[in-house]
C-alpha cells in the first residue's frame, strides 16, 4: 500500500513540476530565390542553354579575407523548370548599430556573385556582381527586409510573401 501510495504521489509531483516552456520561438523567413534572365534568355542559370552561365559562385565581401567562397547554396529548378539559385545563409552577416534597438536588430550580408560562361562564348567569360542583403531581426522574427544588386535596391520585403528576386541582366 505503501509503495502505490509513494508511485501515485511522485507521478503527481513528477507531473506538477513539469511546466511549459514560455519562451517565444523566432521564426526564420531568410530563405533567397534568386533567378537571373535577359531580354533574349529567360533562364540564365540553366548550363544547357547557349549563352547562360556555366558555373555560379558566391563570395564572401565580409570576411577576414575578401572573396572566401560561400557554401549552402544551391542552383534548383521550380515548377516551370526555371532554374534558380537557392541561397538560405552562409555569408557572414554584421549588426549595423546605428539602425538597431533594443526591439529590432538590422544585419547585413554582402558577397560577389560570380557567374562565368564557357571562354568561347561571345560574352564574357567572367561576370562579377555584388549582393547586399539586409536582415531584421525581432524576438520573434529574423527575416530578409531588403535586396541591393549591384548597388540597385530590387527587393523589399512584403509580409508573408516569398523571398523571390528576379535580376534582368
Known amino acids: 500500500m505503501k509503495l502505490k ?60 579575407r575578401d572573396l572566401i567562397p560561400v557554401s549552402g547554396f544551391g ?27 533594443e526591439n529590432e536588430e538590422t544585419y547585413y550580408s554582402q558577397f560577389v556573385i560570380r557567374l562565368s560562361r564557357p571562354s568561347n562564348s561571345t560574352t564574357p567569360f567572367v561576370d562579377d556582381d555584388t549582393i547586399k542583403i539586409e536582415y531584421k531581426s525581432t524576438p520573434s522574427l529574423f527575416q530578409i527586409s531588403k535586396l541591393w544588386y549591384n548597388g540597385d535596391l530590387k527587393f523589399t520585403k512584403i509580409q508573408g510573401e516569398p523571398n523571390i528576386v528576379t535580376i534582368v541582366k
Not at 508511485?7 to 519562451?23: G, M, N, P, V, Y
Not at 542552383?75 to 534597438?101: C, E, F, M, Q, V
Open 75 to 101: 542552383l534548383l529548378k521550380d515548377s516551370d523548370t526555371l532554374t534558380y539559385l537557392d541561397y538560405p545563409a552562409g555569408a557572414i552577416r554584421l549588426k549595423i548599430d546605428s539602425l538597431s534597438n
Open 5 to 64: 501510495l509513494f508511485t501515485i504521489l511522485s507521478a503527481i509531483l513528477l507531473l506538477f513540476s513539469c511546466q511549459r516552456d514560455e519562451a517565444e520561438t523566432q521564426t526564420i523567413d531568410q530563405v533567397l530565390t534568386l533567378y537571373l534572365k535577359s531580354s533574349t534568355n529567360p533562364d540564365l542559370l540553366n548550363s544547357r542553354i547557349p549563352g547562360s552561365f556555366t558555373n555560379v559562385a558566391l563570395l564572401d565581401i565580409l570576411g577576414i
